[in-house]
C-alpha cells in the first residue's frame, strides 16, 4: 500500500462493541464469551499461526543444543490455542464492567490498520446521566476541556456532531505518578432522543471516557471515540424496525437497556 492509499488517522476503521450488562444472565454471558473467543481466533489466526512455527523452530533448536533452554511447559507444546485469546479478553473486560455503576456501559473497540486489527480491545467506559442543566455547557468542565491535573500540555477540544445532538472530544496527554506517559480521551455529548410510537421523547447527557498507553494508539483514539460517539447516537435512536438498542430513560439511576 502506497502512502497516498494508507488510510490516515481520521480515516481508519474501528470496530466497536459492548460488554453485556452485569445483570444480564449467564446465558447472556456465556454467548457474549464464546462469540469474542470466535471473533478473536479469527483476527489473530495469522499471527499466532506465525508465532506457532517460531515456537516449534526454537524447541527443535533447543533439543539440538543450539539455544536453550527448552521452554519447561509438559511436552513443549504451544501453550496458547485460538480461543484463549478472546475468552481472556473477555473475561478481562467483564471484570472492568462489574467495577462500572449501573448507569454506566463498558465499550470495547479495535482499531484496524491495513485490514488487521492492531490494537485491540480498548475499553472506554461510558456514563449515561440525567441533565443537570439546561445548557449543556457544563459538560465542558466534566470532560476537562480546560486541562486537568497531570495533563503535560493543554489539551485539543474537537466539536462533534451526531445524528442526536452534539457534543466534544478532549485529548490530552498526561504522565502517572510514575512517570509513564498516557493519551486521555474523555468526551460527551446532549442526546435527544425524539418520541416514537407511545415512547415519549428523553434527553441523556453521556460521558465517554479512555486512557490509552501505547504510543502507536495515541494519535487514533480520538477518531475511534468519535467513531463511537456516531454508533452510539444511531444505537439509541429509534428506527423502522423496531425500537432503538439503547432505550434511554431519564432517571439517571437507571442504566440504558
Known sequence: MSDEDR???DRLPWHWDWVP???AGESVHAAWRAHLAALFADWTAEGLEAVRAAWAEHVRAAS???VGPEPQWPGAEFPLTADMVGRGAADWLMDRARQLPAWSRLAW??????GRPR????????????????????LMALVGAGGLDGDARPPVVDYVTTALGDGVRVFALGRTPEGAAFGRVDAAMRLEVPPSGTVAGVGSDVLLSTR?????????????VEQLMQQLADECTPGAAGPARFALVPAAEEAPA
Open 64 to 66: 539440538a543444543g543450539i
Open 109 to 114: 473497540g479495535a482499531a484496524f490498520v491495513d
Open 21 to 23: 450488562r452485569v445483570d
Open 119 to 138: 490494537w485491540a480491545p480498548v475499553p472506554v467506559v461510558v456514563e449515561f446521566c440525567r441533565p443537570t442543566a439546561e445548557d449543556p455547557n457544563y
Open 212 to 224: 490509552v498507553f501505547e504510543m502507536g494508539l495515541m494519535p487514533l483514539i480520538g477518531t475511534g
Open 7 to 9: 488510510p490516515t488517522p
